[in-house]
């Protein structure tokens, strides 16, 4: 039988009034996905980037529906810096989050501090690390997280992928190195386009009136291929988009009412 080939379904859209609602409304969103993926496989696999996104997940902290045992955290991506260093994604995820909340420490996976002068062997470790959690590099080819959420920087860019750098077109490798990041710092390793386009759902989260004119450019001219705009989750995952209505001010493209 042939097999059938369906197109990503398309990005799905949320724009709140206020960044505290949008916050809140992640929380929720974040905890019916970890619901679902528990209820199937007893763990939820999520991956974080930096930038923006720690202070938007402040919504869970307290908060009962979250199972933090159950949690496997990797990092989207992270500077090459030691894990205590500001520019760390790490650090910042402990200190605005992690430090707040019962998750094992084992299941924060960081990258390893060893390895800080080799790039090679460092992200050939985290694709490792990744191996072992997903134990399925050789038959399923990628690893399919139940979460990741990225942030869009104002160049379009996400995770450490950056327009016109030739990561865009790694589609072998999980996890990938680079020394020329144009925002530093310049040397980091990230998740590449297989590994973050197999997730059974990415949600970027993008507020603030920096974010107008490469909002209104990643979602309606997609064909222009920025970075942020090449996030498309292989059929049957999904895109969500969770923004302020500051940052779709010039946004054409759909908005849907937010509900769970
Ligand atoms: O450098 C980075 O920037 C992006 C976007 O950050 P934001 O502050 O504009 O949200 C972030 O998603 C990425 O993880 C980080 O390393």
Same mark, same amino acid.
């Given at each position: ?7 990503? %379904? ?32 007893? &763990? ?10 720690? %202070?938007?997940?402040? =919504? #869970? ?27 760390? %994604? ?26 800080? @002068? ?37 160049? =379009?860019?996400?995770?450490? #992928? ?45 507020? =603030?009136?920096? &974010? ?7 979602? @309606?001219?997609?064909?222009?291929? #920025? ?9 049957? =995952? ?23």
């Amino acid at each position: 039988m042939a097999a059938v080939h369906h197109s990503p %379904n398309p990005p799905i859209v949320y724009s709140f009034p206020f960044v505290d609602k949008l916050v809140a409304s992640l929380a929720e969103f974040i905890i019916k996905a970890q619901r679902e993926s528990i209820d199937k496989k007893g &763990k939820f696999t999520i991956a974080l980037s930096g930038g923006s996104l720690p %202070n938007a997940l402040k =919504g #869970l902290i307290g908060n009962p529906g979250v199972k933090w045992d159950k949690w496997q955290v990797f990092y989207v991506d992270e500077r090459v810096v030691p894990l205590d260093n500001p520019d760390s %994604n790490h650090l910042a995820f402990t200190e605005i989050l992690f430090s707040k909340v019962p998750i094992p420490t084992s299941h924060i996976h960081t990258l390893d501090p060893s390895l800080l @002068d080799d790039l090679e062997e460092l992200s050939d470790a985290y694709e490792k690390e990744l191996i072992k959690e997903f134990a399925q590099k050789d038959s399923a080819r990628f690893p399919v997280f139940d979460l990741i959420l990225l942030g869009m920087g104002p160049d =379009g860019h996400t995770a450490s #992928l950056f327009p016109g750098h030739e990561l865009l077109a790694e589609d072998d490798r999980w996890v990938a190195y680079l020394e020329d990041s144009p925002k530093p710092p310049a040397k980091r390793i990230t998740f590449t386009y297989p590994v973050i386009n197999h997730a059974a759902r990415v949600a970027f989260f993008a507020v =603030g009136e920096g &974010k107008v004119e490469m909002l209104s450019s990643v979602l @309606d001219k997609p064909e222009e291929g #920025l970075p942020s705009s090449r996030v498309k989750p292989v059929y049957p =995952g999904h895109l969500y988009w969770f923004v302020d209505d500051q940052a779709a001010a010039k946004l054409e493209y759909p908005k849907t009412a937010f509900k769970l």
